[in-house]
């Protein structure tokens, strides 16, 4: 693997396939009465979050626990766009505290890959989730979580499964990783989104595009709704969220179209009776819990992995400059 | 005031020849001049230009001295080869008032590495409102003729309209920063598929489009003459060459980062390439250089826009917009227009010097280099090469994109009224 993770697209199959397979190996931990693992002892992963994000963080946080790492939160409240301390300044005191990993979450599209690229530190660099650009580690576990589930029935992989990722694209981190993660993975990927909500030159991804969620659902074999946050109903991105929740709201009605294997996912929080009713996110097709339990599994694999916790089939790339 | 006796220059290209510079003026040009007591310079497989006249400059003084001041900007302006630059208006405090406008004025005289032109802002503190008191400007010390609320449109269609009524009355020109705000809130870059994959919001060209078109037809309306800044897409170079086919007064000007880079750059998220209007794509730089090179385009202007460091060592959405240009504008038109063909040296001498004084109604500037003529002269190098090194400008910042680069061509010498600003290539 590469030295950072700031973008699913870092990642070849081989990286992506060892995640999964080393996170399925950790994952049993979490059944064992201790947790925890030497692997990352005496190592310093900083949770660096100039955003609120406390499900990601404290993922995060025991992951790097289970590995036996040190944990710093660092909650820089204000990036240098509301005058705060600037990334810079963070960066270097992190780097003067010795920090092995920097998982960095940031309101600023491409802020951990300035972090990564601008000689600050020399740690490794996770991005978890930067404006509208990015989630990888989000799309691994997602990824993770669709081939626990759909990958028996398909020989181990997710080829040739379809995944339909629905909401609100254009400001969604999750979906570019997620399509780009996916399509590394051999899956087909159909976002589905009003067309106020999909970004210019959607055209030249890797993906599918559908403006009518009752088309794509019977072919699905899993489904991702994204949320949609309240600010985006005053950008007149579209009329109202009653009108959002009757075309691209995830409703019984609609679960019926689904097949019987599919599941329906959601990287929360959600916002129950706007893009998912109560009745889906609660049924048992939904694996929006299991998707937490994974996460911490699969962000434990990629802290593991990037400290050099292992070497086994990891191609050694340069790094992107 | 010492003579110059400049041997084997070769003026817009053409055959060598001595030039003979005292008094001010181009006192003699012909072959083996000599003259007693002055100084010579060789100029053998040197280009000599007409001094370079831009009408767009961001000298940040008063305000942000800690960016740029007069004397800096200046400084840079004469290495690379200006006689002349326009100082924007969005100063802190604006220069909207006779004051404010005269004292810029006033700094580039005591500064005397190239003549200050300050442009007046077209309303109030910019604020897109109400017009500010153009015929005072107009009428101070400082002369002015342009007016822009650069880094702001002026948005509203009746007070754009006004404003290039107005200014009729002292052979003003409006000079429109074209960009439709609703359309590029919190905008970061070309809005593309770049941007869609980057996650930053997107500067959509039709925003720049649309508003060019409305100008222009306002222009046209109401009889006025129209000057559009930094015009960066093959839309609105389509735009402007319909507008002028109509026989309407419209001036349009490119700068040098709109010719030579594109918006691939963003990818590295280093904000020393963030820049407004944003970087475009390929194809809207081969627009911007044909249009160039046919006269759509009339000019080169560089929107030189010093900035402090730590406005750009940091992330993208927190950086400030804008380049450093003065420096490096001739080489870069070099590279995008003489080298490939595009344009000859009378053809910069028309897109730097010539065109940006008369848009600017600047008469002492944009002269042909002539016997009797003010000695505004630039020596260029065309057969050096160069690596651009971001320490070594005479700004007092440093956020030039082009560091590292290898660009061709190095100013020599600069001549202001016949006095050396820039001699063998330093500060004279």
């Known amino acids: ?321 | 005031m010492t003579t110059y006796l400049v041997k084997n220059a070769s003026i817009l290209g053409g055959d060598p020849t001595d030039l003979l510079i005292a008094d001010g003026v181009v006192k003699e040009i012909g072959g083996d001049l000599s003259a007693d007591g002055a100084e010579t310079v060789d100029a053998t497989g040197l280009v000599a230009l007409p001094g370079l006249v831009d009408l767009h400059t961001h000298l940040r003084e008063p305000g942000r001295e800690d960016a740029e001041t007069v004397e800096s900007g200046t400084r840079a302006a004469a290495l690379g080869g200006f006689t002349a630059v326009h100082a924007m208006a969005n100063t802190e405090p604006v220069a909207d008032t006779a004051g404010v406008v005269e004292q810029v004025w006033r700094l580039g005289r005591e500064a005397g590495h190239c003549d200050v032109y300050p442009v007046g802002a077209v309303t109030v503190g910019l604020a897109g409102e109400r017009l500010a008191e153009l015929g005072a400007m107009a009428d101070s010390a400082a002369r002015v003729r342009v007016f822009s609320d650069d880094g702001r449109c002026v948005s509203d269609a009746v007070l754009m309209r006004r404003a290039l009524e107005y200014v009729k009355a002292f052979d003003g020109v409006v000079a429109q920063h074209a960009q439709e705000p609703r359309l590029t809130e919190g905008a970061q870059m070309n809005e593309g598929e770049l941007s869609g994959r980057l996650g930053l919001a997107g500067w959509p060209a039709v925003a720049e489009e649309a508003i060019i078109a409305r100008d222009c037809l306002l222009a046209a309306h109401v009889g006025s003459r129209l000057h559009v800044c930094h015009v960066s897409t093959a839309g609105s170079v389509e735009i402007v060459r319909w507008a002028k086919a109509k026989g309407w007064d419209v001036t349009a000007e490119a700068c040098p980062h709109h010719l030579l880079l594109t918006d691939e750059l963003a990818a590295t998220y280093d904000p020393i390439y963030k820049v407004n209007p944003p970087l475009r794509t390929a194809a809207d730089a081969e627009a911007l250089r044909a249009g160039l090179a046919d006269g759509t385009i009339d000019i080169v202007a560089t929107d030189h826009a010093p900035h402090p460091h730590e406005d750009k060592d940091c992330e993208w959405a927190a950086a400030a917009f804008g380049m450093l240009g003065l420096e490096t504008a001739l080489s870069i038109v070099q590279e995008t227009m003489v080298d490939p063909g595009l344009l000859d040296w009378a053809g910069v001498a028309d897109r730097m010097s010539y065109t940006p004084a008369r848009i600017g109604r600047v008469a002492d500037h944009g002269r042909p280099i002539d016997v009797g003529e003010p000695a505004n002269v630039v020596l260029y190098d065309p057969s050096a090469r160069r690596t651009v090194e971001a320490s070594e400008s005479a700004s007092l910042s440093r956020n030039t994109p082009y560091a590292g680069m290898e660009l061709p061509g190095r100013v020599v010498a600069t001549f202001l009224r016949g006095r050396a600003t820039v001699l063998d290539g330093k500060l004279a």
């Open chain 1, 1 to 321: 693997m590469k030295r950072h993770l700031l973008s699913a697209a870092d990642l070849s199959r081989d990286d992506a396939e060892l995640v999964l397979t080393t996170a399925e190996e950790l994952r049993s931990l979490a059944d064992r009465p201790i947790k925890k693992l030497p692997a990352l002892r005496g190592r310093t992963v900083v949770n660096l979050f100039f955003e609120d994000s406390t499900r990601t963080r404290i993922s995060f946080e025991a992951a790097a626990k289970r590995l036996s790492a040190d944990v710093i939160n660092f909650a820089a409240k204000g990036s240098s766009l509301s005058k705060g301390e600037s990334l810079k300044d963070t960066a270097l005191t992190l780097e003067a505290m010795g920090a092995d990993a920097v998982v960095v979450r940031h309101s600023a599209s491409g802020a951990p890959h300035r972090l990564a690229h601008s000689g600050w530190v020399r740690s490794s660099v996770v991005n978890a989730g930067d404006g509208t650009h990015e989630h990888p580690t989000q799309a691994l576990l997602d990824a993770f979580t669709m081939w626990r589930h759909l990958g028996p029935k398909s020989g181990g992989s997710l080829d040739g499964r379809r995944v339909a990722i629905v909401g609100d694209v254009l400001h969604s981190r999750v979906a570019r990783s997620n399509a780009l993660l996916l399509r590394t993975l051999g899956a087909e990927v159909t976002l589905v989104s009003p067309p106020t909500l999909l970004p210019v030159g959607i055209e030249s991804w890797p993906v599918e595009t559908s403006y009518d969620l009752d088309a794509v659902l019977p072919k699905a074999d899993a489904v991702m709704m994204l949320r949609v946050q309240r600010e985006r109903m005053h950008g007149g991105f579209f009329p109202t969220a009653r009108e959002y929740s009757r075309r691209y709201g995830l409703d019984g009605r609609r679960m019926a179209l689904l097949q019987d294997h599919t599941i329906v996912m959601h990287p929360g929080p959600m916002v129950r009776g706007m893009e998912i009713t109560a009745d889906v996110a609660d049924s048992d097709r939904s694996v929006i819990v299991e998707q937490v339990t994974n996460g911490v599994a699969v962000r434990m694999a990629v802290l593991y992995l990037l400290l050099g916790g292992s070497q086994p089939a990891v191609s050694t790339e340069g790094l992107p400059e």
